[in-house]
């Protein structure tokens, strides 16, 4: 319910519905006056997910060009509702068909973590490649140098649909790179797909563990 409020609080978006596949969540949400939708927990995929509750949404297939879909994770209390907006801006560009936010990497930590995805940019803002390596690979000098020499970004894991392109995408079959890196964005790069990269200031904060809630709670 926090990342359902904070995300109602986006002027950009007609509908904010949580997807879900426990009854528990669904009911839940629907107590406090929320919308909510039952999806299949055959799902391999938030991605998979998102799109069952779309077309629960919308209904009119022929409509479907005529729609955005975010997909915001359930476990970010804390998003941005600017961050959001931002990512929505990115389809102002007809030719956006696919957004994610990506964010300037500052410390050599996160740089040579695998569970930080790193993103490559074109100079058009396409993503060309996602990777849990540092890349790109920086010739000739030692690592602790790298971010001096290069501006690396992570990726943020929020992502943008035109409707009808998010119908298309999860029709696609598991890809090589995707199996190889565990991330399923390089299966719609390996299929053609353009994915548009918007920078940001905002630091996704994923609550996953009572650890993680006492470690931010601390914060406060």
Known sequence: MRVYDQAKKASCFSEVVVATDDRRIFDHVIAEGGKAV?????????????????????????????????NIQGDEPFIDPAAIETLAACFDDPGV?????????????ELFDENVVKVIPGKSGRALYFSRSALPFIRGKNTS?????????????IYAYR??????????????????????????????????????????????????????????
């Open 97 to 109: 068909s696919i957004a994610t936010l990506i964010k300037k990497i500052s410390s050599d930590e």
């Open 145 to 157: 140098g790298w971010l001096s020499a290069y501006s690396f970004f992570k990726h943020i894991g």
């Open 38 to 70: 039952m999806t299949s927990d055959d799902h391999l995929s938030g991605t998979d997910r998102v799109f069952e509750a779309a077309m629960e949404i919308i209904r009119d297939e022929k409509a479907l060009n005529d729609h955005i879909v975010i």
């Open 163 to 220: 409707a009808d392109v998010l119908r298309e995408i999860t029709a696609l079959k598991p890809s090589g790179l995707e199996m190889a890196e565990g991330l399923e964005q390089l299966r719609w790069l390996e299929n053609g797909y353009a994915v548009h990269t918007e920078e940001t200031d905002y630091e996704s904060v994923s609550v996953d563990t009572p650890e993680d809630l006492l470690k931010f709670t601390n914060k406060d």
